[in-house]
């Protein structure tokens, strides 16, 4: 099957695009035709290149000197918001500028282009690319394919779809344009137009857009982060890094199947499996709770399904349909990010589990309110160490069905 790829505008979070690129290349995910908006543009050049290596270099080395003229110290202050009397020049200098010139000052991101993008390879490459950019000259969208671009011209396009509204104006002869992100930032439209209805977009925001999950004529396979990407202007190397595995991992987690928010698991059990654990929790704890809980006449396993597990939904927020798989492995991943797990690896379930009761260590807190029964708010502030207190008593379970 052969795919098109659609790259959502974003800037610094772009990072991520690449470690989808990546997963996909090592998948055997090939693909005929790329279009993107701002960064994604950016990114889908180098997408039609093949330049997958140079693309993770670029990205792994990236600093703001890369993208703006600016100070990379100076930068980070900006950014932790440390500025000392002694920067209040530099300030006032960059301030300046920024007036002067219309906009942050990105000749390093030209620099940077033209020392990665190679337009007649692409002119070559025999792949549909699409653009989005806005000429503010005639008050205009453009939807541009390489067709519509005049030869030599396209790495001054590819910075007109990607002139942020904070960043100096492109101009290209009489005209100047804007960042393409204002009017389509994810350019489904454009692959969909030229017939592809295998599609797989990558976005690099978490919600929006759902018109086109709608669409019964197009198979679009969607790579979307379950958490921040961080700031569009963070272009560090670290930022970079982190986004490039969520990317990566993300990615394998959708053509695969994988299991889990924030970690990656494989060979899960079924329902069943879990629903086995969560009847199996130890006694003693969960006595206590129930009674801190003022519930003592239930039986247990009604107690389990009717009260805990509604709490552990509304608590760990899965939603109505969550299964008791969902809820389970919320809850290894909520003690493994606890306990400071490495996240970007790919763990077999059984493994995982091992790895996560083994390290796990609550935290030492005074004892729940003797009776919280009806209280949601008094619940509710104390939900952590609720979560932490059934987590033991479940973690408890499993190593006494294993002794």
């Known amino acids: 099957m052969m795919y098109g790829i659609v790259l959502e505008g974003g800037g610094a979070r772009g990072a991520y695009q690449v470690g989808a690129w990546k997963a996909l290349n090592e998948l055997g995910i090939d693909f005929t035709g790329v279009a993107g908006t701002s960064v ?35 930068f980070e202050k900006l950014k932790n918001r440390k500025i000392s009397a002694e920067d209040t020049t530099t300030l006032i200098q960059y301030i300046k500028a920024f007036l002067h010139n219309r906009g942050l000052d990105t000749t390093p991101l030209h620099s940077l282009l033209y020392r990665y993008i190679d337009e007649k390879r692409i002119r070559n490459a025999g792949i549909v690319f699409g653009i989005v950019t806005i000429s503010l000259t005639e008050l205009t969208p453009l939807k541009l394919f390489l067709s519509d671009i005049p030869e030599g011209k396209l790495i001054d396009y590819l910075l007109a779809s990607a002139s942020m509204p904070v960043f100096q104006r492109q101009r290209i002869d009489n005209n100047t344009f804007l960042d393409g992100g204002v009017f389509d930032n994810l350019p489904i439209s454009l692959l969909a137009g030229k017939g592809f209805q295998n599609i797989i977009a990558v976005r690099l925001v978490r919600k929006g857009l759902k018109q086109w999950e709608k669409r019964s004529d197009l198979n679009i396979t969607l790579i979307r982060p379950k958490e921040s990407l961080g700031s569009m202007f963070d272009f560090t190397k670290e930022r970079a890094i982190n986004n490039i595995e969520l990317g990566y991992y993300d990615t394998l987690r959708v053509f695969k199947g994988y299991q889990g928010s924030s970690y990656y698991i494989d060979g899960c059990p079924d329902d069943d499996f879990f629903l086995h654990i969560l009847l199996q929790m130890d006694r003693t704890g969960l006595n206590r709770l129930r009674k801190q809980l003022g519930i003592r006449d239930m039986p247990e396993k009604r107690f389990i399904l009717e009260k805990l597990v509604p709490q552990l939904v509304d608590m760990l927020s899965l939603g109505p349909i969550a299964s008791y798989r969902d809820i389970f492995i919320a809850i290894l991943e909520r003690a493994a990010a606890k306990n400071a797990i490495n996240r970007f690896q790919l763990y077999e379930y059984k493994n995982f589990e091992q790895i996560v009761i083994e390290s796990y260590r609550p935290e030492k807190r005074a004892p729940l309110p003797g009776i919280i029964k009806g209280n949601e708010l008094l619940l509710r502030a104390k939900k952590e160490q609720f979560l932490d207190e059934i987590t033991e008593i479940i973690f408890n379970g499993i190593k006494q069905n294993q002794s």
């Open 40 to 74: 994604g543009a950016l990114n889908g050049a180098m997408m039609v290149q093949k330049e997958l290596e140079q693309a993770l270099e670029v990205w792994s080395e990236i600093t703001p000197s890369k993208i703006i003229n600016i100070d990379d110290k100076f």
